[in-house]
Nanobody, 121 residues
Framework: QVRLVESGGGLVQAGGSLRLSCAAS????????VGWFRQAPGKERDFVAT????????YYADSVKGRFTISRDTAKNTVYLQMNSLRPEDTAVYYC??????????????WGQGTQVTVSS
């Protein structure tokens, strides 16, 4: 079982940027697609972005297209989520997960513990 740890969350003002990292405990990460999801208080866990095992295919939720970029550094066993032009509605706990490359959280079998992103207005 791959172990994932998110980092990089914090408090930023609207319009600011953050880069989240998702680090795997081993090199097995290269065998999986990795997705980013987020969950705001009282809401469902929503898809944000996903990247395949080679890093050449990505998909984004409509709400983050043009603002967020997902990337993968296989050598470092790490997936990143660069978040620009942040909005208050981006406030949520962000999770990374490894599994099949879909927009459905049920397709991902390994999850990190999440990192809080708060965007103030």
């Amino acid at each position: 079982q791959v172990r994932l740890v998110e980092s990089g969350g914090g408090l930023v003002q609207a319009g600011g940027s953050l880069r989240l990292s998702c680090a795997a405990s081993g090199r097995i990460l290269r065998s999986y697609a990795v997705g980013w999801f987020r969950q705001a208080p009282g809401k469902e866990r929503d898809f944000v972005a996903t990247i395949n095992w080679t890093g050449d295919t990505t998909y984004y939720a409509d709400s983050v297209k043009g603002r967020f970029t997902i990337s993968r550094d296989t050598a470092k066993n790490t997936v990143y989520l660069q978040m620009n032009s942040l909005r208050p509605e981006d406030t949520a706990v962000y999770y990374c997960a490894a599994g099949a490359m879909t927009r459905n959280s049920e397709s991902y079998g390994a999850w990190g513990q999440g990192t809080q992103v708060t965007v103030s207005s």
